[in-house]
Protein backbone atom coordinates (compact mmCIF):
# COMPACT_ATOMS: atom_id res chain seq x y z
CA UNK A 1 0.00 0.00 0.00
CA UNK A 2 2.77 2.48 0.91
CA UNK A 3 4.52 2.03 -2.35
CA UNK A 4 1.35 2.62 -4.11
CA UNK A 5 1.20 5.74 -2.38
CA UNK A 6 4.61 6.45 -2.90
CA UNK A 7 4.57 5.77 -6.99
CA UNK A 8 0.95 8.10 -6.69
CA UNK A 9 2.60 10.82 -5.38
CA UNK A 10 5.28 10.79 -7.81
CA UNK A 11 2.07 10.94 -11.07
CA UNK A 12 0.60 13.69 -8.95
CA UNK A 13 3.90 15.71 -8.79
CA UNK A 14 4.52 15.23 -12.13
CA UNK A 15 1.31 16.39 -12.80
CA UNK A 16 1.09 19.16 -10.94
CA UNK A 17 4.43 20.20 -13.18
CA UNK A 18 2.05 20.95 -16.46
CA UNK A 19 -0.51 23.04 -15.37
CA UNK A 20 -0.26 26.48 -14.45
CA UNK A 21 -2.08 28.55 -12.00
CA UNK A 22 -3.53 28.35 -7.81
CA UNK A 23 -4.71 25.16 -6.76
CA UNK A 24 -3.95 23.49 -10.67
CA UNK A 25 -3.92 20.08 -8.94
CA UNK A 26 -6.66 18.28 -6.28
CA UNK A 27 -5.35 14.87 -4.51
CA UNK A 28 -6.57 14.88 -1.28
CA UNK A 29 -9.22 12.67 -0.58
CA UNK A 30 -11.39 15.21 0.70
CA UNK A 31 -11.09 17.40 -2.17
CA UNK A 32 -11.25 14.28 -4.43
CA UNK A 33 -14.94 13.86 -3.00
CA UNK A 34 -16.98 16.33 -5.22
CA UNK A 35 -15.75 14.93 -7.99
CA UNK A 36 -16.69 11.12 -7.21
CA UNK A 37 -19.75 11.19 -9.15
CA UNK A 38 -21.97 13.32 -12.12
CA UNK A 39 -25.37 13.84 -12.50
CA UNK A 40 -26.01 9.89 -12.12
CA UNK A 41 -25.30 9.79 -8.12
CA UNK A 42 -26.00 5.60 -8.18
CA UNK A 43 -22.67 4.90 -8.18
CA UNK A 44 -19.48 6.97 -6.78
CA UNK A 45 -15.37 6.09 -7.25
CA UNK A 46 -12.95 8.92 -6.42
CA UNK A 47 -10.44 9.91 -9.52
CA UNK A 48 -6.97 9.46 -8.56
CA UNK A 49 -6.60 13.55 -9.07
CA UNK A 50 -8.17 16.22 -10.74
CA UNK A 51 -6.30 18.68 -12.73
CA UNK A 52 -7.45 22.00 -14.11
CA UNK A 53 -5.33 23.22 -17.02
CA UNK A 54 -6.01 26.63 -18.34
CA UNK A 55 -5.29 26.11 -22.24
CA UNK A 56 -4.90 23.79 -25.16
CA UNK A 57 -0.89 22.71 -24.61
CA UNK A 58 -1.48 22.35 -20.79
CA UNK A 59 -4.33 19.62 -22.08
CA UNK A 60 -2.14 17.68 -24.21
CA UNK A 61 0.61 17.54 -21.80
CA UNK A 62 -1.10 16.11 -19.49
CA UNK A 63 -3.14 13.41 -21.73
CA UNK A 64 0.52 12.86 -23.20
CA UNK A 65 1.92 12.49 -19.52
CA UNK A 66 -1.15 9.73 -18.56
CA UNK A 67 -0.84 8.38 -22.55
CA UNK A 68 2.56 7.56 -21.74
CA UNK A 69 2.76 6.38 -18.01
CA UNK A 70 -0.47 4.20 -18.63
CA UNK A 71 -2.49 6.59 -16.26
CA UNK A 72 -6.51 6.74 -17.42
CA UNK A 73 -8.04 9.94 -17.58
CA UNK A 74 -11.12 11.74 -18.63
CA UNK A 75 -12.62 15.26 -19.66
CA UNK A 76 -14.74 16.54 -17.33
CA UNK A 77 -17.06 19.85 -18.28
CA UNK A 78 -19.73 20.64 -15.27
CA UNK A 79 -19.99 17.49 -13.93
CA UNK A 80 -24.12 17.59 -15.23
CA UNK A 81 -24.14 14.75 -17.19
CA UNK A 82 -26.54 12.03 -16.32
CA UNK A 83 -25.63 8.55 -17.53
CA UNK A 84 -22.24 8.87 -15.48
CA UNK A 85 -19.81 10.04 -18.13
CA UNK A 86 -17.87 11.89 -16.15
CA UNK A 87 -17.16 9.13 -13.20
CA UNK A 88 -14.05 8.07 -12.70
CA UNK A 89 -14.59 4.21 -12.42
CA UNK A 90 -11.48 3.17 -13.47
CA UNK A 91 -9.67 5.76 -10.68
CA UNK A 92 -9.08 8.10 -13.83
CA UNK A 93 -7.08 11.73 -13.48
CA UNK A 94 -9.65 14.00 -14.29
CA UNK A 95 -8.70 16.90 -16.69
CA UNK A 96 -11.57 19.57 -15.35
CA UNK A 97 -12.31 22.01 -18.91
CA UNK A 98 -13.74 24.73 -16.10
CA UNK A 99 -10.84 26.94 -16.05
CA UNK A 100 -10.87 26.99 -19.98
CA UNK A 101 -13.96 29.21 -19.82
CA UNK A 102 -13.24 32.12 -22.55
CA UNK A 103 -15.20 32.97 -25.54
CA UNK A 104 -12.50 33.59 -27.93
CA UNK A 105 -14.75 35.08 -30.72
CA UNK A 106 -17.99 36.23 -32.23
CA UNK A 107 -18.35 36.57 -35.82
CA UNK A 108 -21.82 37.80 -36.85
CA UNK A 109 -21.04 38.65 -40.37
CA UNK A 110 -20.96 34.20 -40.78
CA UNK A 111 -22.85 33.78 -37.61
CA UNK A 112 -19.99 31.73 -35.78
CA UNK A 113 -18.93 31.89 -32.38
CA UNK A 114 -15.27 30.11 -31.29
CA UNK A 115 -15.77 28.85 -27.24
CA UNK A 116 -13.35 27.12 -25.01
CA UNK A 117 -14.84 23.77 -23.65
CA UNK A 118 -15.30 25.38 -20.38
CA UNK A 119 -17.64 28.46 -21.34
CA UNK A 120 -21.26 27.27 -19.93
CA UNK A 121 -23.78 26.74 -22.55
CA UNK A 122 -26.34 30.27 -21.29
CA UNK A 123 -23.42 32.38 -21.59
CA UNK A 124 -23.00 32.61 -25.14
CA UNK A 125 -26.64 33.74 -25.85
CA UNK A 126 -26.35 36.52 -22.96
CA UNK A 127 -22.97 37.34 -24.83
CA UNK A 128 -24.61 38.12 -27.85
CA UNK A 129 -27.96 38.89 -27.26
CA UNK A 130 -27.58 42.76 -27.26
CA UNK A 131 -26.98 42.21 -31.00
CA UNK A 132 -30.37 39.97 -31.54
CA UNK A 133 -28.35 36.80 -31.76
CA UNK A 134 -28.70 33.55 -29.59
CA UNK A 135 -26.97 30.16 -29.22
CA UNK A 136 -29.80 27.68 -30.05
CA UNK A 137 -29.33 23.96 -28.17
CA UNK A 138 -30.98 25.06 -24.84
CA UNK A 139 -30.73 21.88 -22.51
CA UNK A 140 -32.16 22.56 -19.04
CA UNK A 141 -29.19 22.66 -17.21
CA UNK A 142 -27.52 25.65 -19.73
CA UNK A 143 -26.97 27.83 -16.96
CA UNK A 144 -24.37 25.12 -15.81
CA UNK A 145 -23.33 23.33 -18.30
CA UNK A 146 -20.33 23.52 -20.65
CA UNK A 147 -20.43 23.79 -24.17
CA UNK A 148 -17.77 20.86 -24.01
CA UNK A 149 -20.24 18.50 -22.06
CA UNK A 150 -23.41 19.72 -24.78
CA UNK A 151 -20.89 18.29 -27.75
CA UNK A 152 -19.53 15.10 -25.83
CA UNK A 153 -23.61 14.28 -24.97
CA UNK A 154 -24.62 15.98 -28.36
CA UNK A 155 -26.91 17.38 -25.89
CA UNK A 156 -30.53 18.44 -26.90
CA UNK A 157 -33.12 20.66 -24.93
CA UNK A 158 -36.39 22.29 -25.21
CA UNK A 159 -36.25 24.29 -28.91
CA UNK A 160 -34.65 21.46 -30.27
CA UNK A 161 -37.68 20.41 -32.20
CA UNK A 162 -37.00 22.80 -35.02
CA UNK A 163 -33.91 23.77 -34.23
CA UNK A 164 -32.17 20.71 -34.04
CA UNK A 165 -29.66 19.31 -31.30
CA UNK A 166 -26.38 20.15 -30.59
CA UNK A 167 -24.10 18.54 -33.80
CA UNK A 168 -26.28 20.65 -36.14
CA UNK A 169 -24.56 23.76 -34.40
CA UNK A 170 -20.59 22.83 -34.46
CA UNK A 171 -18.81 23.81 -37.53
CA UNK A 172 -15.61 23.16 -36.05
CA UNK A 173 -13.71 21.39 -32.87
CA UNK A 174 -9.91 21.38 -31.95
CA UNK A 175 -9.60 18.29 -30.35
CA UNK A 176 -6.50 16.75 -28.03
CA UNK A 177 -6.53 12.81 -29.14
CA UNK A 178 -5.79 10.52 -26.72
CA UNK A 179 -1.79 10.24 -27.38
CA UNK A 180 -1.89 14.20 -26.55
CA UNK A 181 -2.06 15.23 -30.40
CA UNK A 182 -3.87 17.85 -31.46
CA UNK A 183 -6.03 18.08 -34.27
CA UNK A 184 -9.00 20.87 -35.99
CA UNK A 185 -11.34 19.27 -37.36
CA UNK A 186 -14.26 20.55 -39.68
CA UNK A 187 -14.03 24.02 -41.63
CA UNK A 188 -15.74 26.32 -39.30
CA UNK A 189 -18.79 26.97 -41.77
CA UNK A 190 -17.53 24.90 -44.76
CA UNK A 191 -20.52 22.40 -45.82
CA UNK A 192 -19.62 18.50 -47.08
CA UNK A 193 -15.71 19.15 -46.69
CA UNK A 194 -14.00 16.32 -47.79
CA UNK A 195 -12.47 13.15 -46.29
CA UNK A 196 -15.14 11.60 -43.59
CA UNK A 197 -17.18 13.34 -40.89
CA UNK A 198 -15.00 13.05 -37.73
CA UNK A 199 -17.17 16.24 -37.02
CA UNK A 200 -19.94 14.02 -36.36
CA UNK A 201 -18.20 11.49 -35.24
CA UNK A 202 -16.74 13.29 -32.41
CA UNK A 203 -19.84 15.13 -31.35
CA UNK A 204 -21.67 12.64 -29.42
CA UNK A 205 -18.98 10.48 -28.61
CA UNK A 206 -19.37 10.87 -25.26
CA UNK A 207 -15.77 11.53 -24.42
CA UNK A 208 -14.62 8.36 -25.57
CA UNK A 209 -12.31 9.76 -28.29
CA UNK A 210 -10.61 12.96 -27.68
CA UNK A 211 -10.73 15.83 -25.88
CA UNK A 212 -12.05 18.78 -27.27
CA UNK A 213 -10.63 22.07 -26.47
CA UNK A 214 -11.96 24.61 -28.88
CA UNK A 215 -15.28 24.59 -30.39
CA UNK A 216 -16.80 27.13 -33.40
CA UNK A 217 -20.20 26.95 -33.00
CA UNK A 218 -23.37 28.88 -35.43
CA UNK A 219 -25.29 31.70 -33.86
CA UNK A 220 -28.87 32.25 -34.90
CA UNK A 221 -30.69 35.52 -35.67
CA UNK A 222 -33.22 35.94 -32.56
CA UNK A 223 -36.66 35.21 -33.95
CA UNK A 224 -38.55 38.06 -34.48
CA UNK A 225 -41.25 36.79 -32.37
CA UNK A 226 -42.08 33.98 -30.37
CA UNK A 227 -45.58 32.65 -28.28
CA UNK A 228 -46.15 29.96 -25.93
CA UNK A 229 -49.87 28.23 -25.55
CA UNK A 230 -50.19 26.35 -22.28
CA UNK A 231 -52.81 23.39 -22.21
CA UNK A 232 -54.35 21.42 -19.50
CA UNK A 233 -55.41 17.79 -20.28
CA UNK A 234 -57.68 15.82 -18.02
CA UNK A 235 -56.47 12.58 -20.17
CA UNK A 236 -52.72 11.94 -21.06
CA UNK A 237 -54.47 10.15 -23.80
CA UNK A 238 -56.04 13.72 -25.28
CA UNK A 239 -52.75 15.27 -24.52
CA UNK A 240 -50.35 12.38 -26.31
CA UNK A 241 -53.14 13.05 -29.65
CA UNK A 242 -53.13 16.93 -29.09
CA UNK A 243 -49.00 16.34 -30.04
CA UNK A 244 -49.39 14.27 -33.21
CA UNK A 245 -52.40 16.56 -34.39
CA UNK A 246 -50.15 19.76 -34.35
CA UNK A 247 -47.14 18.48 -35.95
CA UNK A 248 -49.91 16.83 -38.76
CA UNK A 249 -51.44 20.28 -38.88
CA UNK A 250 -47.81 20.94 -40.40
CA UNK A 251 -47.21 23.15 -37.52
CA UNK A 252 -43.33 23.06 -36.53
CA UNK A 253 -43.12 24.22 -33.08
CA UNK A 254 -39.81 25.60 -31.56
CA UNK A 255 -40.88 23.48 -28.23
CA UNK A 256 -43.49 21.12 -27.84
CA UNK A 257 -43.37 19.78 -23.85
CA UNK A 258 -45.28 17.41 -21.90
CA UNK A 259 -45.57 16.58 -17.92
CA UNK A 260 -47.90 14.19 -16.80
CA UNK A 261 -49.93 14.71 -12.88
CA UNK A 262 -46.56 13.25 -11.29
CA UNK A 263 -43.79 15.73 -13.02
CA UNK A 264 -46.34 18.71 -12.21
CA UNK A 265 -46.86 18.16 -8.39
CA UNK A 266 -42.72 18.32 -8.71
CA UNK A 267 -42.83 21.95 -10.30
CA UNK A 268 -45.12 23.11 -8.32
CA UNK A 269 -43.67 22.18 -5.22
CA UNK A 270 -39.88 23.57 -6.17
CA UNK A 271 -38.42 26.89 -7.08
CA UNK A 272 -40.83 28.50 -9.32
CA UNK A 273 -44.23 27.06 -8.69
CA UNK A 274 -46.89 28.95 -11.46
CA UNK A 275 -50.16 27.65 -9.61
CA UNK A 276 -50.56 24.20 -12.36
CA UNK A 277 -53.71 22.56 -11.25
CA UNK A 278 -52.83 19.30 -9.57
CA UNK A 279 -55.68 16.93 -10.33
CA UNK A 280 -54.80 17.21 -14.51
CA UNK A 281 -53.14 14.29 -16.10
CA UNK A 282 -50.87 16.21 -18.77
CA UNK A 283 -49.92 19.28 -19.45
CA UNK A 284 -48.90 20.94 -23.07
CA UNK A 285 -46.43 23.87 -23.53
CA UNK A 286 -46.33 24.97 -26.48
CA UNK A 287 -43.57 27.44 -28.10
CA UNK A 288 -43.97 28.81 -31.95
CA UNK A 289 -41.52 31.70 -33.31
CA UNK A 290 -40.47 33.36 -36.53
CA UNK A 291 -41.81 36.58 -38.15
CA UNK A 292 -44.89 38.32 -36.32
CA UNK A 293 -47.62 37.86 -39.05
CA UNK A 294 -47.66 33.96 -38.86
CA UNK A 295 -47.37 33.86 -35.21
CA UNK A 296 -51.14 34.41 -34.49
CA UNK A 297 -52.59 31.81 -37.50
CA UNK A 298 -50.63 28.93 -35.78
CA UNK A 299 -51.51 29.67 -32.16
CA UNK A 300 -54.87 29.93 -33.36
CA UNK A 301 -54.35 26.56 -34.71
CA UNK A 302 -52.62 25.00 -31.85
CA UNK A 303 -56.28 26.22 -30.01
CA UNK A 304 -58.01 24.73 -32.24
CA UNK A 305 -56.25 21.62 -32.04
CA UNK A 306 -56.31 21.30 -28.58
CA UNK A 307 -60.23 21.92 -28.56
CA UNK A 308 -60.67 19.13 -30.37
CA UNK A 309 -58.89 17.03 -27.96
CA UNK A 310 -61.34 17.87 -25.18
CA UNK A 311 -58.29 20.24 -23.04
CA UNK A 312 -59.63 21.51 -20.06
CA UNK A 313 -58.39 24.66 -20.69
CA UNK A 314 -55.94 26.29 -23.14
CA UNK A 315 -54.55 29.60 -23.96
CA UNK A 316 -51.62 31.59 -24.89
CA UNK A 317 -49.05 33.57 -22.32
CA UNK A 318 -50.57 36.38 -21.59
CA UNK A 319 -47.33 38.19 -21.66
CA UNK A 320 -43.09 38.09 -21.99
CA UNK A 321 -43.23 37.62 -18.27
CA UNK A 322 -45.84 34.96 -18.07
CA UNK A 323 -43.88 32.67 -21.10
CA UNK A 324 -40.80 32.71 -18.99
CA UNK A 325 -42.49 31.78 -15.61
CA UNK A 326 -44.11 28.73 -17.13
CA UNK A 327 -40.62 27.78 -18.56
CA UNK A 328 -38.63 28.80 -15.70
CA UNK A 329 -41.23 26.63 -14.37
CA UNK A 330 -40.88 23.98 -16.83
CA UNK A 331 -37.16 24.03 -16.42
CA UNK A 332 -36.39 23.19 -12.85
CA UNK A 333 -38.18 19.72 -14.20
CA UNK A 334 -35.69 17.43 -12.57
CA UNK A 335 -34.42 19.00 -9.98
CA UNK A 336 -37.96 19.46 -8.57
CA UNK A 337 -38.35 15.76 -8.31
CA UNK A 338 -36.14 16.55 -5.20
CA UNK A 339 -38.72 18.45 -3.49
CA UNK A 340 -41.33 14.84 -4.02
CA UNK A 341 -38.57 12.33 -3.46
CA UNK A 342 -35.70 11.34 -1.30
CA UNK A 343 -34.01 9.86 -4.72
CA UNK A 344 -34.89 10.14 -8.04
CA UNK A 345 -33.25 8.22 -11.66
CA UNK A 346 -33.69 10.25 -15.09
CA UNK A 347 -34.26 8.15 -17.56
CA UNK A 348 -33.52 8.97 -21.72
CA UNK A 349 -35.58 6.66 -24.45
CA UNK A 350 -37.11 7.77 -27.41
CA UNK A 351 -39.95 6.40 -29.33
CA UNK A 352 -42.21 7.30 -31.93
CA UNK A 353 -44.46 10.15 -31.40
CA UNK A 354 -47.17 7.93 -32.59
CA UNK A 355 -46.88 5.70 -29.94
CA UNK A 356 -47.15 8.00 -26.95
CA UNK A 357 -50.48 6.75 -25.42
CA UNK A 358 -48.81 3.02 -25.72
CA UNK A 359 -45.57 3.77 -23.89
CA UNK A 360 -47.03 5.67 -21.54
CA UNK A 361 -49.33 2.98 -20.42
CA UNK A 362 -46.72 0.19 -20.32
CA UNK A 363 -44.99 2.61 -17.99
CA UNK A 364 -47.41 3.20 -15.74
CA UNK A 365 -47.60 -0.59 -15.48
CA UNK A 366 -43.75 -0.44 -14.78
CA UNK A 367 -44.63 1.93 -11.83
CA UNK A 368 -47.35 -0.32 -10.76
CA UNK A 369 -45.24 -3.72 -10.82
CA UNK A 370 -42.28 -2.03 -9.12
CA UNK A 371 -43.94 0.27 -6.90
CA UNK A 372 -42.13 3.09 -7.40
CA UNK A 373 -43.37 6.14 -8.58
CA UNK A 374 -42.65 7.46 -11.99
CA UNK A 375 -42.95 10.89 -13.14
CA UNK A 376 -42.94 11.63 -16.83
CA UNK A 377 -41.19 15.22 -18.66
CA UNK A 378 -40.68 14.89 -22.24
CA UNK A 379 -39.75 16.67 -25.24
CA UNK A 380 -43.18 15.25 -26.73
CA UNK A 381 -42.39 16.83 -30.35
CA UNK A 382 -40.00 14.77 -30.89
CA UNK A 383 -40.68 11.34 -28.92
CA UNK A 384 -37.83 12.23 -26.42
CA UNK A 385 -39.12 11.01 -23.26
CA UNK A 386 -37.94 11.33 -19.44
CA UNK A 387 -39.45 8.60 -17.11
CA UNK A 388 -37.87 10.21 -13.94
CA UNK A 389 -38.03 6.89 -11.39
CA UNK A 390 -38.86 7.83 -7.85
CA UNK A 391 -37.03 6.09 -5.10
CA UNK A 392 -35.54 6.05 -1.35
CA UNK A 393 -32.20 4.95 -1.51
CA UNK A 394 -32.18 4.57 2.77
CA UNK A 395 -35.01 1.61 2.08
CA UNK A 396 -33.18 -1.39 1.27
CA UNK A 397 -33.32 -2.86 -2.38
CA UNK A 398 -35.12 0.59 -3.55
CA UNK A 399 -32.19 1.90 -5.54
CA UNK A 400 -31.32 -1.77 -7.58
CA UNK A 401 -35.31 -1.96 -7.99
CA UNK A 402 -35.51 1.98 -9.30
CA UNK A 403 -32.39 0.60 -11.86
CA UNK A 404 -34.57 -2.14 -12.72
CA UNK A 405 -37.89 -0.26 -13.36
CA UNK A 406 -35.08 2.77 -15.27
CA UNK A 407 -33.77 -0.48 -17.54
CA UNK A 408 -37.36 -2.02 -18.16
CA UNK A 409 -38.46 1.52 -19.37
CA UNK A 410 -36.23 1.95 -22.30
CA UNK A 411 -36.78 -2.07 -23.33
CA UNK A 412 -40.66 -0.78 -23.65
CA UNK A 413 -39.03 2.05 -26.17
CA UNK A 414 -36.67 -0.09 -27.62
CA UNK A 415 -39.71 -2.47 -28.93
CA UNK A 416 -41.54 0.83 -29.77
CA UNK A 417 -39.17 1.20 -32.56
CA UNK A 418 -37.30 3.90 -30.63
CA UNK A 419 -34.10 3.85 -28.70
CA UNK A 420 -32.56 3.99 -25.54
CA UNK A 421 -31.18 7.41 -25.46
CA UNK A 422 -32.01 10.86 -26.74
CA UNK A 423 -29.97 12.99 -25.20
CA UNK A 424 -28.37 12.10 -22.05
CA UNK A 425 -25.83 9.60 -23.55
CA UNK A 426 -24.80 5.75 -22.34
CA UNK A 427 -22.35 6.35 -19.87
CA UNK A 428 -21.93 3.74 -17.45
CA UNK A 429 -25.45 3.73 -16.92
CA UNK A 430 -27.06 2.55 -20.07
CA UNK A 431 -24.43 -0.18 -21.25
CA UNK A 432 -26.03 -2.72 -21.32
CA UNK A 433 -29.07 -1.57 -22.57
CA UNK A 434 -27.08 -0.92 -25.86
CA UNK A 435 -27.98 -4.51 -26.50
CA UNK A 436 -31.74 -3.65 -26.79
CA UNK A 437 -31.08 -1.57 -29.90
CA UNK A 438 -27.57 -3.08 -31.03
CA UNK A 439 -26.46 -5.98 -32.50
CA UNK A 440 -23.10 -7.78 -31.21
CA UNK A 441 -21.92 -6.92 -34.83
CA UNK A 442 -23.04 -3.30 -34.73
CA UNK A 443 -21.81 -2.90 -31.31
CA UNK A 444 -18.26 -4.11 -32.11
CA UNK A 445 -18.14 -2.06 -35.41
CA UNK A 446 -18.45 1.12 -33.29
CA UNK A 447 -15.68 -0.03 -30.71
CA UNK A 448 -13.47 -0.89 -33.83
CA UNK A 449 -14.11 3.16 -34.05
CA UNK A 450 -12.97 4.02 -30.61
CA UNK A 451 -10.01 1.59 -30.98
CA UNK A 452 -8.74 3.64 -33.80
CA UNK A 453 -8.68 7.13 -31.33
CA UNK A 454 -7.80 5.70 -28.12
CA UNK A 455 -6.07 2.58 -28.89
CA UNK A 456 -5.17 1.91 -25.60
CA UNK A 457 -8.74 2.51 -23.73
CA UNK A 458 -7.38 4.59 -21.77
CA UNK A 459 -9.11 7.47 -22.03
CA UNK A 460 -12.89 7.25 -20.42
CA UNK A 461 -12.97 3.62 -20.96
CA UNK A 462 -15.54 1.47 -19.55
CA UNK A 463 -18.22 3.89 -21.14
CA UNK A 464 -20.53 3.56 -23.45
CA UNK A 465 -20.02 -0.30 -24.75
CA UNK A 466 -20.59 -3.35 -22.93
CA UNK A 467 -16.85 -3.69 -23.50
CA UNK A 468 -14.50 -5.10 -20.98
CA UNK A 469 -11.36 -2.51 -21.10
CA UNK A 470 -7.41 -2.73 -20.45
CA UNK A 471 -8.70 -0.32 -17.35
CA UNK A 472 -10.29 -2.87 -15.43
CA UNK A 473 -6.88 -4.03 -13.82
CA UNK A 474 -5.48 -0.76 -13.21
CA UNK A 475 -9.33 -0.11 -11.27
CA UNK A 476 -8.07 -3.61 -9.95
CA UNK A 477 -4.81 -2.93 -8.80
CA UNK A 478 -6.29 0.68 -7.36
CA UNK A 479 -8.70 -1.05 -5.03
CA UNK A 480 -6.09 -3.56 -3.92
CA UNK A 481 -3.93 -0.54 -2.28
C1 LIG B 1 -31.16 19.43 -14.11
C2 LIG B 1 -30.57 18.87 -15.37
C3 LIG B 1 -31.23 19.06 -16.56
C4 LIG B 1 -30.69 18.54 -17.75
N1 LIG B 1 -31.35 18.77 -18.92
C5 LIG B 1 -30.82 18.32 -20.08
C6 LIG B 1 -31.48 18.59 -21.32
O1 LIG B 1 -32.53 19.23 -21.38
N2 LIG B 1 -30.89 18.12 -22.44
C7 LIG B 1 -29.72 17.42 -22.42
O2 LIG B 1 -29.22 17.03 -23.47
N3 LIG B 1 -29.08 17.17 -21.26
C8 LIG B 1 -29.59 17.59 -20.10
N4 LIG B 1 -28.94 17.34 -18.93
C9 LIG B 1 -27.71 16.54 -18.93
C10 LIG B 1 -26.39 17.36 -19.01
O3 LIG B 1 -26.56 18.67 -18.53
C11 LIG B 1 -25.84 17.37 -20.43
O4 LIG B 1 -25.49 16.05 -20.82
C12 LIG B 1 -24.61 18.27 -20.63
O5 LIG B 1 -24.28 18.25 -22.00
C13 LIG B 1 -23.40 17.83 -19.81
O6 LIG B 1 -22.45 18.91 -19.81
P1 LIG B 1 -21.36 19.02 -18.66
O7 LIG B 1 -20.52 20.20 -18.94
O8 LIG B 1 -21.97 18.97 -17.33
O9 LIG B 1 -20.52 17.67 -18.94
P2 LIG B 1 -20.01 16.59 -17.90
O10 LIG B 1 -21.13 16.01 -17.14
O11 LIG B 1 -18.87 17.13 -17.14
O12 LIG B 1 -19.46 15.48 -18.91
C14 LIG B 1 -20.35 14.74 -19.71
C15 LIG B 1 -19.54 13.84 -20.65
O13 LIG B 1 -18.83 14.66 -21.56
C16 LIG B 1 -17.44 14.40 -21.50
N5 LIG B 1 -16.78 15.70 -21.67
C17 LIG B 1 -16.97 16.83 -20.95
N6 LIG B 1 -16.23 17.83 -21.46
C18 LIG B 1 -15.56 17.31 -22.51
C19 LIG B 1 -14.62 17.84 -23.44
N7 LIG B 1 -14.24 19.11 -23.39
N8 LIG B 1 -14.12 17.01 -24.38
C20 LIG B 1 -14.51 15.71 -24.46
N9 LIG B 1 -15.38 15.16 -23.61
C21 LIG B 1 -15.91 15.95 -22.65
C22 LIG B 1 -17.21 13.76 -20.15
O14 LIG B 1 -16.08 12.91 -20.16
C23 LIG B 1 -18.50 12.99 -19.96
O15 LIG B 1 -18.41 11.76 -20.62
C24 LIG B 1 -29.47 17.82 -17.72
C25 LIG B 1 -28.81 17.64 -16.51
C26 LIG B 1 -29.34 18.14 -15.35
C27 LIG B 1 -28.59 17.92 -14.06
Known amino acids: MAAHIKIKDRHILNLAKLVSGPRSILYKKTDLAAYDCDGFTIEKYLPRAVVFPQNTEEVAAVVKYCSENDLPFLARGAGTGLSGGAIPINGEVIISLT ?8 DLENRMAVVEPGFVNLKLTHAISDQEYYYAPDPSSQYCCTIGGNVAENAGGAHCLKYGVTTNHILGLEVVLP ?10 GIPDAPGYDLLGLLTGSEGTLGIVTKITVRILKKPESKQTVLAYFDRVED ?41 IEALLLIEVDGIHAGIEEQINQILEVCRNRNVREVRAAKN ?21 SHDYLVQDGVIPRSKLPEVLSKINEISQESGLRIANIFHAGDGNLHPLVLFD ?12 AGSACLKVCADAGGTITGEHGVGIEKKEEMRFVFTDEEIMAQTAIRKVFNHDN ?23 A
Open 320 to 340: EGERERWWANRKTGFGAMGAI
Open 179 to 188: NGDVIEIGKK
Open 393 to 404: SRVPGETEKAIE
Open 458 to 480: LLNAGKLFPTPGKCAEIKQELTK
Open 99 to 106: RMKRLLNV
Open 239 to 279: GSQAVSDIISAGIVPAALEMMDKIAIEGVEAAAFPVGHPRD
